[in-house]
Nanobody, 123 residues
Framework: QVQLVESGGGLVQVGGSLRLSCAASGRTFSLGWFRQAPGTERQFVAAFQWSGEVLYYADSVGGRFTISGDSAKTAVYLQMDSLNSEDTALYFC???????????????????WGQGTQVTVSS
């Protein structure tokens, strides 16, 4: 079982930036970020596939958020720029285990989850 720990959340003003980090206790095939605002479903944000270093983004964050991974394949980062109030949510790191079918945008295809880090964007 891989443990995921997120950090870097906080309170920021509209237009500001934050950098989230996710540290994994072991290697995963891919790591992604999801977010969930109160009363809404968990929403895909971005994912990093180690094989080929393929990046995936939700349309709502493309051009503003950048996901990156470390060479040890045990951490990913989410640089968030030009934040707006719609980005306010609890952000979760998710990890893909070997085997099975993976759809980077489908939370059900991830096996490991962190506890989440809160991002609040104030106007």
């Amino acid at each position: 079982q891989v443990q995921l720990v997120e950090s870097g959340g906080g309170l920021v003003q509209v237009g500001g930036s934050l950098r989230l980090s996710c540290a994994a206790s072991g290697r995963t095939f891919s790591l992604g970020w999801f977010r969930q605002a109160p009363g809404t479903e968990r929403q895909f944000v971005a994912a990093f596939q180690w094989s080929g270093e393929v990046l995936y983004y939700a349309d709502s964050v493309g051009g503003r958020f950048t996901i990156s991974g470390d060479s040890a394949k045990t951490a990913v980062y989410l640089q968030m720029d030009s934040l707006n109030s719609e980005d306010t949510a609890l952000y979760f790191c998710a990890g893909r285990a070997p085997g099975g079918t993976w759809n980077q945008r489908d939370a059900r295809t991830y096996s490991y989850w962190g506890q989440g880090t809160q991002v609040t964007v104030s106007s």
